[in-house]
């Protein structure tokens, strides 16, 4: 018999997770904050990796499901300057190895691919403590509790299971992100449509940033970044959507009228989204019955990255688990050695240099070089 999973957070790492030890007879229950799987929107665009995310994917035996949500053309990349001037554009020819898909159908997928019942909803977690000889308790806000033996804490940056492990909690990294939606794109907003292009499109500046992707349905999502601390941004109303727009906006003084757009004819309120990460390089030391993944382990700024890991992390353990049935404990080990090696290698320049905006040298420029010599070097 054996021992049974206790995964929290149904996002897509602990949904991977659960996936693989399904696969492989393992029982799984995962719990979940959220009421159900359409108790809020599951955010936008999702470049998956041949290197990572695909691989995940491929151990949870979801390969062609994985083929079937995919949004062509979405690969391309276009640099723009901030007056407009498209400086360079990587097409998509079809050949590249990092395919879009929106973020709730890779979720989707992924629930549809476990037993009924596997994921319990509502069940946000209020506390979690050890009960001793590896054994843990998970405590709920409606006040239920659950004991195991096997804990997976894949609940994100605001863990409740990290603290069984470590102290470490994530810091404000000075930057924050305004996310916008253009509906309609093509037909109502048409000048931001063309400025975007058919797949991503970024302008990067010091201390300023505006990269945006056609997402789904002629849609655009935008992330506005800006480089300031929290105390800044507090002292807008964010709950006044036509006082923040105006606000930020502000600070696009002599750009484009077509990328300022994409602040000014936003379709929704805009929404602050501040950018944390735990220290870098985080660690810890075994604790018997529980470990972490994704966000949940190794919280970092925004590098195109964060769920290609967490999917690898979660399919990674599975298969290690799969492979000890008898000694988990070793393949707990074995999943976090891999999983802080993993997490700690440096990034492509198609991760955390193209949204790295606080260096006085993030131009559109200086990011053409980037992209430059790393194909030199690939060649």
């Given at each position: ?139 709920f806000a409606d006040g239920g509790t659950v004991a ?62 505006i990269f945006a992707h056609r997402e789904k349905g ?162």
């Amino acid at each position: 018999m054996h021992t049974s999973v206790t995964i929290i957070g149904a996002g897509l790492g602990g949904l991977t997770l659960a996936r693989v030890l399904h696969l492989h007879g393992i029982p799984v229950t995962v719990y979940e904050a959220e009421s159900s799987p359409t108790a809020r929107t599951q955010g936008g665009m999702l470049d998956i990796h041949d290197y990572n995310g695909q691989l995940a994917l491929e151990a949870a035996g979801l390969t062609d499901e994985f083929h079937a949500i995919v949004i062509e053309g979405r690969q391309t990349l276009r640099l723009v300057e901030h007056d407009g001037t498209v400086l360079h554009e990587m097409p998509d020819d079809g050949t590249g190895g990092r395919p879009e898909v929106q973020r709730g159908e890779l979720r989707q997928i992924l629930l549809d691919s476990l037993p009924a019942g596997t994921v319990r909803w509502g069940h946000k977690v209020s506390s979690t403590r050890a009960l001793g000889q590896g054994r843990h308790e998970v405590a709920f806000a409606d006040g239920g509790t659950v004991a195991t033996s096997l804990l997976v804490g894949a609940d994100g940056a605001r863990s409740r299971v990290r603290p069984l492990l470590s102290s470490a909690t994530p810091e404000y990294i000075g930057k924050s992100v305004v996310e916008t939606y253009l509906f309609d794109a093509d037909t109502r907003h048409p000048a931001a449509a063309r400025a975007v292009g058919g797949g991503s499109m970024i302008a990067p500046t010091p201390g300023r940033e505006i990269f945006a992707h056609r997402e789904k349905g002629d849609t655009l999502h935008a992330y506005v970044g800006l480089s300031e601390p929290q105390e800044w941004f507090a002292a807008i109303d964010f709950t006044d959507a036509e006082v923040a727009t105006a606000r930020i906006v502000q600070e696009f003084g002599g750009w484009a009228p077509e990328l300022t757009a994409l602040i000014t004819d936003t379709d929704i309120a805009p929404v602050l989204r501040p950018l944390y990460a735990l220290p870098t390089g985080h660690r810890w030391d075994r604790v018997p019955g529980v470990t972490l993944l994704g966000d949940a382990a190794h919280l970092a700024a925004p590098n195109g990255e964060g769920a290609n890991l967490a999917m690898l992390d979660g399919a990674e353990l599975g298969r290690a688990l799969a492979a000890q049935p008898d000694d988990f404990e070793a393949a707990l080990t074995e999943h976090e050695q891999a999983m802080f090696a993993r997490s700690a290698e440096a990034v492509t320049f198609e991760g955390s240099e193209v949204h790295e905006i606080d260096s006085e040298n993030n131009t559109a420029r200086a990011m053409l070089k980037m992209f430059t010599d790393q194909g030199r070097q690939a060649t």
